[in-house]
């Protein structure tokens, strides 16, 4: 049997721009994806904290601090809004006692205030 678990997670970005003529996805500064463990093209929840929506997209590397919003997402949040990102793995019950994940933590500007690893008891 699988279980599905938060893998990674990066808490309040700012959404610093917003582009809905892009092929679609989630511009993330590059420092932020590799602390948390998100590749390029995995895809993520976002949660807007500011409006309450909830959407699935991909990641794409950002410049330094940037969070962007891209294609159809672009209509999903707007510049300033607070947002989560999430990613989570299926993972088998073998798996479960050696399975890490990653919590990021962010400051008002987008720079990494804080990582977090955990582990399932």
Known sequence: MFRKFL?????TA???DKNLNYEGS???DKKIMESA?????EA???YNLSNGKRFET????GKDGEVCLNGAAARLGEVGDRIIVVSFAWINEEEI???EGKIVFLNEDNTIKEVKTFHIK
Do not use: Q, S
């Not at 463990?37 to 093209?41: D, E, M, N, S, Y």
């Open 97 to 99: 006692e050696n399975f």
């Open 58 to 61: 991909y990641l794409i590397e």
């Open 37 to 41: 463990g998100l590749k390029p093209f």
């Open 7 to 11: 893998r990674a997670k990066v808490h």
């Open 26 to 28: 989630l511009g993330l």
């Open 44 to 46: 993520v929840w976002i």
């Open 14 to 16: 700012k959404i610093t």
